[in-house]
């Protein structure tokens, strides 16, 4: 940790949409007649916000560190997986200052359980709540998202180094 006194990551994450998968997104069990196809608990969202934490301190990316090979990762709760990333910051000299993240998907509706989601974020990041960022859009009818065929994640975050 020499240098800049901030790094800036960027995470994405996409997954399948299935029948008779379960949703969970920003560690929130969401009810939904589609959900995630995945080893894990196909946690878009987090994933995308775990690969933005890792890149920003140039730690390599969440299939490094946890991969979908390795069967202690199957159905693993990626809230863990969260925690577990700002654990390791935590060991190279980082914390996470903020996050900006935004979910991409046909539906169901977001709104109504965004705060839910940004307090078990805020929870896992260590973080108070006006420092974590959701926002949701559709896919206008067009391309996968539109279509319903999947979802996707996009994340950017902001380290500093630990005081
Ligand atoms: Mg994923």
Redesign the pocket.
Known sequence: MTGLPFRIGLGY???RLARGESLVLGGVSIPSDVG?V?H?D???LL??ICDALLGAAALGD?GEHFPDTDEQYRDVS?IELLRRCIALLDEHGWRAGNLDAMLMLERPKILPHKHEMRSRIAEAMQLPLDHISLKATTGEGIGFVGRGAGIEAQAVVLLLPKD
């Open positions: 994450d996409v997954h995630t995945a894990s196909g946690d878009v994933h995308a969440i990626s």
